[in-house]
């Protein structure tokens, strides 16, 4: 996973997405404030199954898996991802480590990356 940065914008961040081929799903994070509303916020922009649950081991079943999408590279971008880190910085924590465990361990040939912007 790639690390927030500062000097990039979501929309370069899914120019530069859409460059190399992948697809981007923008997770607009600015009144993500909660654990349960990010985890649904990126359930909705991954059009997660309606059987997927809604905790960090369904977050990472899903994002390892990926198997109702296309093939290929599929890149979740962040933006005020910095919301969630201050209300509740525990959950940032947790949610940002489930993106990085996810990122090394595809299991159906979808590759799945993150990238974390602040605007």
Request: a negative charge; aromatic letters at 6%.
């Amino acid at each position: 996973m790639e690390q927030p940065s500062a000097d990039v914008t979501a929309r370069e961040a899914v120019d530069e997405v859409e460059q190399r081929g992948a697809v981007a799903h923008v997770l607009d994070g600015a009144d993500l404030v909660s654990k349960r509303t990010t985890l649904d916020g990126i359930a909705a922009v991954l059009n997660f199954p309606e059987w997927a649950g809604r905790n960090l081991d369904a977050l990472y079943d899903c994002l390892t898996d990926l198997s109702w999408l296309p093939e290929g590279e599929h890149v979740l971008v962040w933006s005020g991802f910095q919301t969630l880190a201050e209300h509740d910085p525990k959950a940032f924590s947790r949610i940002n480590a489930v993106l990085r465990d996810a990122v090394e361990h595809p299991i159906c040939g979808r590759q799945f990356t993150a990238v974390l912007t602040r605007s």
